[in-house]
């Protein structure tokens, strides 16, 4: 590993208005805990391994994530780590209660004799947060979002958001979010709600750049914090080869050539697709950090790379040129 590559994924800056820090590349759980596919627990452990050698500091994990799994272990992973040397995020929004689930239940093969049912009361914050610090093992989290509230929305901000605003202020949580694969919703909690930050899925990449018409810059008037996952919108822009996925289904033929049209300019420039994507939403200057899941060591280096990988300003040029014409 470089020097530049330690520099770049071990810089921590602070999220939005809170005292939280976070490096700019974070390690999303979801994949780890079986999305899609399965993923044993030592592809898992050598996946964390890996990150933290590399210098990320923030991961993001949910008990919607293989119903439990991701937490359980991160937080076996984490638990032999300096606290304060590291930043978790959960989410709120999914309890888990027994139940059978098919195997890939919600695209994740995790963990059986689980459900999820939605509930974004105060009395559901609560017990979520008590259930994921049961199964991570950690002593606190330093963020909580409220997770995809998307029909949910004023039990979201008249129960999920008011218990987790007392948490804060009461110091049990240090930051307090959302995070969406939308951003009409997520505008209204950062107009209407005095929330940290916000986790933006797939709503700004090379693909789709929603996010910069009202968010993002709502977010940078307010000072809240942006971390934006999704950046390969879930699976194209790190290989846009027949069969892709976007926004977890198929790719439609008219994405796909516009990704391989992405993936020809960048080839020209000796550039990743990958590597473009993963960098781009840094140029906003609202964006705090990337949230890029992984599912092996592999992936989690191959992201490292391109998340440190120059990218020539002609090429910035050529790809927005590229957007602007598909609109």
């Given amino acids: 590993m470089t020097s530049a590559t330690r520099q770049w994924s071990t810089e921590r800056v602070p999220l939005g208005r809170s005292d939280v820090t976070v490096s700019r590349l974070g390690l999303g759980t979801a994949p780890l805990a079986g999305l899609f596919s399965a993923v044993t627990e030592d592809e898992a452990a050598a996946a964390l391994e890996t990150a933290w050698a590399t210098g990320i500091r923030y991961f993001d994990t949910a008990p919607h ?4 799994s991701a937490e359980r272990r991160l937080g076996a992973f984490l638990a ?3 606290r304060a040397e590291f930043t978790v995020s959960t989410k709120v929004g999914r309890l888990l209660v027994p139940g059978d689930a098919a195997p890939g239940d919600e695209g994740f093969h995790g963990e059986p004799g689980l459900v999820r049912v939605r509930d974004y009361s105060a009395d559901g914050v ?4 008590a259930d994921s610090l049961e199964r991570s093992g950690l002593d606190s989290f330093d963020v909580v979002l409220i997770h995809d509230p998307d029909e949910h929305w004023e039990d979201a901000v008249t129960g999920a958001y008011p218990a987790l605003a007392r948490l ?20 209204r909690f ?4 005095d929330v940290d930050c916000v986790l933006v899925a797939g709503r700004y990449s090379l693909l789709d750049r929603g996010a910069a018409d009202d968010l993002l810059p709502l977010c940078d008037k307010r000072q809240v914090g942006v971390l934006v996952g999704g950046v390969f919108n879930s699976g194209i822009l790190a290989d846009p080869a027949s069969g892709a996925t976007y926004d977890y289904a198929p790719a439609p033929d008219e994405v796909r050539r516009r990704a391989l ?10 550039v990743p697709l990958a590597a473009a994507a993963l960098r781009f939403p840094l140029r906003h200057p609202a964006v705090t950090g990337v949230v890029v899941g992984a599912r092996n060591a592999r992936e989690v280096a191959e992201n490292t790379a391109h998340a440190t990988t ?8 050529e790809l927005d040129a590229l957007e602007e014409r598909a609109q």
């Fill in 261 to 270: 049209a992405l993936a020809e300019r960048c080839a020209a420039h000796g």
């Fill in 126 to 129: 609560y017990r979520s947060l």
């Fill in 310 to 317: 120059s990218i020539p300003e002609a090429l910035w040029a």
């Fill in 80 to 82: 032999s780590r300096p």
């Fill in 65 to 68: 994530y293989g119903a439990g």
């Fill in 168 to 187: 804060r202020a009461e110091g049990a949580v240090r930051a307090i979010g959302v995070g969406m694969n939308q951003t009409a919703m997520l505008t």
């Fill in 190 to 193: 950062v107009a209407e709600t």
